[in-house]
């Protein structure tokens, strides 16, 4: 026993006991080094990594605001939508699971590739403001690292109707164009933020609370009547495609408030088909952002200068039988008459006699009138960029301007300032500001004696009477009374297309107590009879019954029934006669 001990002791020398100790010691050293570095000189960074991986911050979208028409009914609602992302960094760990995402989002394999490549390293749209079900579908695959949020989207019920005058909103729910980017600092809401606990896979665990709460936006209350709106549209709408004509516009608007009822413009899109606005000139407000020479409507403007400051008598009388030289060119009339007083000067759209009125009227007298009426300057509505068109100031006017600014060339106006300014005549000579807000105060300044705006309302019903070149504005049972315009387009070459035209009609019913006021403009015609006669008292003729029925504005009573209108049948070639003044 004693010599197997003393062998055990040579095979196990005391110096490897000692030495492995101290690879023991060194080893639970280096561990509570490593330790010590984890708990107190990396303790921060490493929580900060672990709050990134498990702990996120996502954003809680905020409810854009609804704009509502003058009957309650919505314009532009917030309706349920899903934004769909991805966390690159998990999901390319299960691409086996890629092309059964790609079918349930209704992508292809290379879309859907290319979407989670176009973002950062951990975060990247794959569909924003979706339909819930394509968020159902993918939550049904239980695919990690591809998620679901619940957000919105604009809807708006009247679709292409109204896409010009409320515009469009980006899908991050900031106002894209129209009142929608006019307004939008009223409309948009402020997101939230809330914290969630998630798993390695992403997934939400545990809801920690919100740290900021959503703030929605504010609604917006319009002028607009929504069955109004409708009818001019569609009416704008047939007229275009019919003449052929490159854009148009109109606005019906309250005589006496000023509260703008309908403002349509064409070309337009539908902003719930997606993808379908992708031409700026399909959500452009023709109404305040196109200007353009508006032809004869110039006329009453220039002959209310024109009593006021007795260069002419109501009852007076113009030889109109020759043409007028002025500047090097002579101011002929499309059909010849003799002689005409004021009121058929305006009926038969004579510009030999309005140019002679112009001529004996001072500058400064019928440049105040225009101003006044509202020409020349900005609109205030809301709208970004829209144009005051152009009114050159008196003392820049030689003899031929002078006579053409009276027969609305060398001016440029709005299809807005046009039912702006006519609405001074129906009301009695007080310039009303258009307004599109519900609520605002009307604002009220006379530009015209009661006396005048009385002449030239009577006048101007009788261009919408029989042989008057408005005749085609008539309505069954109604007095109205308007004001045909039609412009040739400039060519850029200091004359004029010969087969391309800015056609216009403004008017106001009933004649006798007007209280709505309309404007159209039909632009770039080029089929037919394209005259503002032709083109844009129909327009007017078929907006104004149903917005007069809309209101419960009544017509004139005959016995038991409404009045009928004596001109029923009208021929072609009356109506192309009438159209540019010809009367009989």
């Known amino acids: 026993m004693p010599s197997e001990r003393l062998s055990l002791q040579r095979i ?89 995402v790609a079918q349930a989002l209704n992508l292809s394999p290379d879309e859907l590739a290319a979407r989670v490549r176009s973002g950062g390293s951990g975060f990247a749209y794959i569909l924003r403001q979706v339909q819930p079900q394509l968020g159902r579908t993918l939550d049904a695959l239980h695919v990690p690292g591809i998620y679901v949020q619940k957000t919105s989207r604009t809807y708006y019920p009247l679709g292409a109707v109204t896409t010009p005058l409320l515009g469009l909103v980006h899908l991050d729910h900031q106002g894209a164009a129209g009142l929608e980017m006019g307004y939008n600092s009223w409309l948009a809401g402020k997101a939230g933020r809330e914290k969630v606990l998630v798993d390695g896979q992403g997934e939400v665990l545990h809801l920690l609370g919100a740290r900021q709460a959503p703030v929605p936006g504010h609604d917006l209350h319009l002028t607009i009547n929504p069955q109004i709106q409708y009818w001019a549209y569609m009416t704008l709408l047939a007229a275009q495609q019919h003449f052929g004509a490159t854009e148009g516009s109109a606005v019906v608007m309250n005589v006496q408030t000023g509260q703008i009822l309908a403002m349509a413009s064409v070309p337009s ?90 001529l004996r009227t001072p500058a400064q007298a019928i440049y105040d009138m225009y101003r006044a009426a509202g020409y020349g300057k900005e609109p205030d509505l809301g709208f970004a960029g829209g144009t005051g068109g152009v009114l050159p100031p008196p003392q820049t006017w030689d003899k031929a301007r002078h ?35 519900a609520g605002q105060p009307t604002q009220r300044v006379r530009i015209m004696p009661a006396a005048i705006a009385a002449h030239l309302r009577h006048w101007l019903e009788g261009v919408c009477a ?87 504005i009544a017509p004139r009573w005959c016995g038991g029934k409404a009045c009928a209108s004596k001109e029923n049948h009208i021929t072609a070639t009356q109506a192309e006669i009438w159209a540019e003044g010809g009367g009989n």
Request: net charge positive; aromatic share 8%.
């Open 403 to 437: 006579a053409t600014i009276a027969l609305g060339y060398g001016v440029s106006v709005t299809t807005l300032q046009l039912a702006e300014g006519y609405a001074a005549i129906a009301n009695g000579g007080y310039h009303v500001a258009p307004t599109l807000i």
């Open 466 to 552: 029989a042989n008057g070149t408005g005749i085609l504005a008539a309505i069954p049972g109604y007095a109205v009374a308007g004001k045909t315009g039609t412009a040739n387009l400039a060519n850029g070459k200091d004359g004029f297309m010969k087969n391309k035209t800015n056609a216009t009609f403004v008017g106001f019913a009933p004649g006798f107590a007007p209280k709505l006021v309309m404007a159209v403009t039909l632009r770039g015609s080029t089929r037919y009879w394209n005259f503002g006669g032709v083109e844009s008292a129909p327009v007017f003729r078929v907006t104004m019954r149903h917005a007069l029925e809309e209101l419960n």
């Open 12 to 100: 196990l020398p005391r110096w490897r006991a000692i030495l492995l100790l101290a690879v023991i010691l060194l080893g639970l050293a280096v561990v509570l080094a490593r330790d010590t570095e984890l708990q107190w000189q990396q303790a921060h960074d490493l929580r900060v990594q672990g709050r990134m991986r498990y702990l996120q911050s996502r954003p809680l979208p905020a409810a854009r605001g609804v704009i509502y028409g003058s009957n309650g009914d919505a314009l532009a609602v917030n309706v349920p939508a899903v934004t769909i992302w991805t966390d690159p960094r998990i999901f390319n760990a299960h691409r086996k699971d890629w092309n059964k």
């Open 269 to 358: 899109c539908n902003p719930n088909a997606r993808g379908s606005c992708g031409d700026p000139a399909d959500y452009v407000n023709n109404a305040v952002h196109q200007a353009f020479e508006p032809g004869s409507v110039m006329k009453p403007f220039m002959v209310a200068a024109a009593l006021e400051t007795g260069s002419i008598q109501p009852d007076q009388r113009f030889n109109v039988s020759h043409c007028l030289p002025v500047g090097g060119f002579c101011i002929r009339d499309d059909v010849v008459h003799h002689e005409l007083n004021v009121a058929h000067i305006l009926k038969y759209s004579s510009d030999i006699g309005a140019a002679k009125i112009a």
